[in-house]
């Protein structure tokens, strides 16, 4: 399953419900692809809002069907769907990525479909009859409006007659990208690729372009070999790394969050993130020692959740935690910090923290890390009320993406279960997957939290 590609800037863009042609555009855009095979489900009031893709090659029965309808509605709506926050919703049903699909889709290649395509889609369309029935069934059951059900097929997209049911031509796909809304997103950055493989190569946020070409390469390497320093040093077997892990861990943290500032503040100065100007922004506002830093101390997943707490919601709730650990198991920090060049004003402000001590009791310190430990895996979980910042999430992508352009090795793989969890956290399911996919094809034996990416977190419904 999968929804929003760029979270951040859809709320403003989404368009009204009632277009066939805009609806396929912003599905597509909030993928960030053509689904092939898939049903998507977009909840609407005076626009289109949060929408999830499953696939529906695989036969299930109608009852499951209207359960599965039913469930998706509820998990976006965010509140019971008795209530009444977002009445309506839509079905749009992607038939299959075929060569004709993939030439109409390519500016140079499309030409004026034939008869004979067009009838093939027409027939393809009465797959919509079965989910148009499911869907109307959740509708009158749960006090929901079905506002559209589409087919969009090879060469054509097709839209249900309100009264009749039948489906109606209305209208050729490369035309989609010629509309206002389509075009609108592009602009403000997103992308479509046409079909999802394709957009896996691009996952990553690209910052491979560059206006001084010189300055770049000498970047990427400094980070190279500083990580490969930092590692060096880790491994040893007689490293003194981590010995004091409490104040270690906590103090990468204060590091992760101060680069996510500096990324956070780039990205509200540039229009778009994937140009040249705006990564030699980044190049030129990260040293690379840090970035080589961030990314050879990611030693266990336990670094990785955490970086995910500080991300998900902010250094304040991490020191608070780090605080509690440190009075609940009387940690005192002796042992030397593993810290890069320049930073040393951020390891004192670590150690003034991890120094106090509560003056509650053993048991009351006990029970107050028991609730910030419940806290914490609620956000990694997907089950904690407070929805993450998207800005944040996408400031972290880019970190990864520093990281893993330069060096992809095991000893860096776990900024993917950061970026997996972060694309689960936005509800972009399918690239979480992939992102899981990679963690698990570097690291076959580690034991990862993320399990349940099947499932939206609740945090994705409502606010539209």
């Not at 990611?298 to 970086?307: G, I, N, P, R, Y």
Request: glycine share 4%.
């Amino acid at each position: 399953m999968a929804s929003s590609h760029h979270p951040y800037f859809f709320e403003s863009l989404a368009p009204h419900p009632d277009s066939p042609a805009h609806a396929v555009a912003y599905i597509v855009h909030q993928l960030g692809y053509w689904p092939e095979d898939s049903v998507v489900l977009v909840l609407a009031d005076t626009t289109l809002g949060p929408l999830v893709r499953i696939d529906s090659r695989q036969e299930c029965s109608r009852q499951e069907s209207i359960a599965l309808i039913t469930h998706l509605v509820q998990t976006l709506s965010e509140k019971p769907i008795t209530e009444d926050k977002l009445p309506y919703f839509l079905l749009a049903v992607f038939g299959p990525n075929t060569p004709t699909r993939r030439r109409q889709l390519e500016n140079n290649l499309n030409q004026p479909p034939c008869i004979e395509e067009i009838e093939t889609d027409r027939l393809a369309s009465a797959l919509c009859t079965y989910w148009q029935h499911v869907g109307i069934e959740v509708a009158s059951v749960h006090q929901k409006t079905l506002l559209d059900v589409l087919y969009i097929g090879e060469v054509s997209y097709w839209r249900a007659h309100r009264d009749t049911h039948e489906m109606m031509l209305s209208g050729f796909i490369d035309e989609v990208q010629r509309t206002d809304v389509y075009l609108n997103l592009l602009l403000a950055g997103s992308c479509v690729a046409p079909c999802e493989l394709e957009a896996q190569k691009h996952y990553l946020p690209s910052l491979e372009k560059s206006r001084d070409v010189e300055s770049k390469n000498w970047w990427e390497e400094e980070m190279v070999l500083w990580l490969k320093e930092y590692l060096q040093h880790i491994k040893t077997p007689d490293s003194a790394y981590a010995q004091d892990f409490l104040t270690q861990k906590y103090y990468e943290n204060i590091l992760w969050n101060h680069a996510l500032i500096h990324v956070i503040e780039t990205i509200n100065q540039y229009q778009r993130t994937d140009s040249a100007e705006f990564a030699d922004a980044i190049r030129k506002i990260l040293d690379p020692h840090l970035i080589a830093f961030l990314g050879a101390t990611l030693t266990s997943e336990l670094s990785a959740q955490s970086v995910i707490y500080t991300v998900a919601l902010g250094i304040d709730e991490t020191s608070s935690l780090y605080q509690k650990l440190s009075s609940a198991y009387k940690n005192y920090p002796t042992h030397e910090i593993l810290c890069p060049l320049g930073y040393e004003q951020y390891l004192r402000q670590a150690k003034r923290m991890m120094k106090q001590k509560t003056k509650k009791s053993q048991q009351q310190d006990r029970d107050m890390l028991n609730l910030s430990l419940e806290k914490f895996a609620s956000v990694l979980l997907g089950k904690h009320r407070i929805k993450p910042d998207p800005q944040r999430i996408a400031a972290m992508e880019i970190l990864c993406a520093l990281i893993l352009r330069a060096y992809e090795k095991p000893d860096t793989a776990r900024a993917y279960v950061l970026l997996a969890w972060g694309s689960w956290a936005i509800g972009q399911g399918t690239k979480a997957r992939e992102y899981l996919r990679k963690v698990q094809e570097q690291l076959p034996t580690e034991e990862l939290f993320l399990k349940n990416i099947e499932q939206l977190p609740p945090w994705l419904g409502g606010e539209f």
